[in-house]
């Protein structure tokens, strides 16, 4: 099959504590201290072949996220700046979609001929956070795209348990190939339904929103939260292209970020914002707005990605009773299953944020492209996929 590939060096910093089962399985817990020089290329690896509770899908498009584009972008020593999990060589792509083509012995919920989006975290089952229901915590996940080979090929081997069917999705979307197209954006809506309503859990219609970044998972959260009843929704981005698609998904107000706190105040006649979200891992620019514009018993949800420690004025929070929340992965209490409700009942439409789409030989192009952070979704678009 053909497939894109990254490769890089392993060279942990000297600083980094690196454990021993760092150094046995070459999985790093925080790449962006251990992974430098990656590059990429686009080649032919064998075709993958089903374990006993696995599916082979035939990929029909792969999107290319934000922590794709860190796995390249690095610091002045060429150390990547993605701070999560990462092995290489791996295959990258965890916004999947496409079409079952062989099954393992054991597999029994999907068959062949489905249509299926991916959920992408792996999780053992086994480990203390799995058995007390924290399955995004998981102390030994394997992350499609990250950890193990992802989307970005012709074919993906995938535990059937990752896979959900997404034939009811074609009566919304009209066609087989558009179906697919929105496939391959659902993952960024579970990201941030798992952040809003599992991680948060305090969220009220009614609520004064802010969302820093609108790229697609930040576009994503703009449209749960008009889905659920925010009576105002207020998005901060630099770019000017990323403004105008927060416009169109239901943003109210669209600005860059200088001043962020000020407008907000102002908008809401000093009440503040209910729920914040942060998307773009611009931590040094976007925490202080927000801590400065939080209403009483406001929530700041944490999804945006970056090592660098963040400014805050715990004062300001304390005696607001504001709270600042984590949100990491997007597996289990229903996310998965909801969204795709969402969908299906035209509340969500990933569809509005592709912008871009490339065939597979054209990698390097479409990372170039999504690396502008000009425009929406970047898909890598295979086997029957629309454009």
């Known amino acids: 099959m053909k497939a894109a590939i990254i490769r890089a060096e392993w060279a942990p910093r000297p600083d980094y504590p690196l454990t021993e089962e760092e150094q046995r399985t070459r999985m790093a817990r925080v790449g962006s201290s251990v992974w430098k020089h990656p590059r990429a ?71 062949l001929g489905d249509l299926v989006c991916l959920d992408d ?32 090929a012709e074919l993906l081997r995938v535990p059937e348990s990752n896979c959900w069917n997404i034939n009811a999705l074609v009566e919304r979307f009209g066609s087989k190939a558009r179906t697919l197209e929105a496939g391959a954006v659902i993952e960024p809506f579970t990201v941030g339904y798992n952040a809003l309503f599992e991680c948060a859990a305090r969220i009220k219609p009614g609520a004064y929103a802010t969302v820093f970044g609108a790229g697609s998972i930040g576009l994503a959260v703009i449209q749960l939260l008009r889905a659920t009843g925010a009576a105002k929704v207020f998005c901060f981005e630099q770019n000017a292209g990323r403004r105008e698609l927060a416009k169109k998904v239901g943003a109210d107000e669209v600005r860059d970020s200088a001043g962020a706190a000020k407008f907000v105040l102002d908008a809401t006649a000093g009440q503040g914002a209910d729920v914040q979200v942060e998307c773009a ?60 409700r969402m969908m299906a009942a035209g509340l969500l439409d990933p569809t509005q944020f592709i912008t871009d789409r ?16 000009q425009g929406g979704k970047v898909l890598i678009a295979m086997n029957g996929a629309r454009g």
């Open 358 to 373: 490339f065939r597979l030989d054209e990698f390097a192009q479409a990372l170039a492209q999504a690396q502008t952070r």
């Open 121 to 152: 975290m792996v999780c053992c089952h086994r480990c203390d956070a799995c058995r007390r229901g924290f399955p995004n915590q998981c102390e030994n996940l394997d992350d499609v795209g990250f950890t193990m080979n992802g989307g970005c």
């Open 41 to 111: 290329e686009v080649t032919t690896l064998p075709d993958p072949t089903p374990g006993p509770q696995d599916v082979i899908v035939r990929v029909a498009a792969a999107g290319l996220c934000g922590s794709d584009l860190h796995f390249f972008e690095t610091d002045a020593e060429g150390y990547m700046h993605y701070p999560g999990i990462a092995r290489f060589p791996s295959v990258p792509g965890h916004e999947v979609s496409g079409e079952v083509v062989a099954l393992g012995a054991d597999a029994r919920y999907l068959k």
């Open 281 to 340: 891992g611009a931590f040094q620019a976007s925490l202080p707005e927000m801590d400065a514009c939080a209403a009483i018993a406001g929530q700041i949800v944490i999804i945006g990605r970056a090592a660098p420690r963040a400014p805050l004025s715990l004062e300001n929070l304390q005696t607001k009773r504001a709270s600042v929340v984590g949100a990491n992965g997007n597996t289990g209490y229903g996310t998965y299953p909801n969204v795709l």
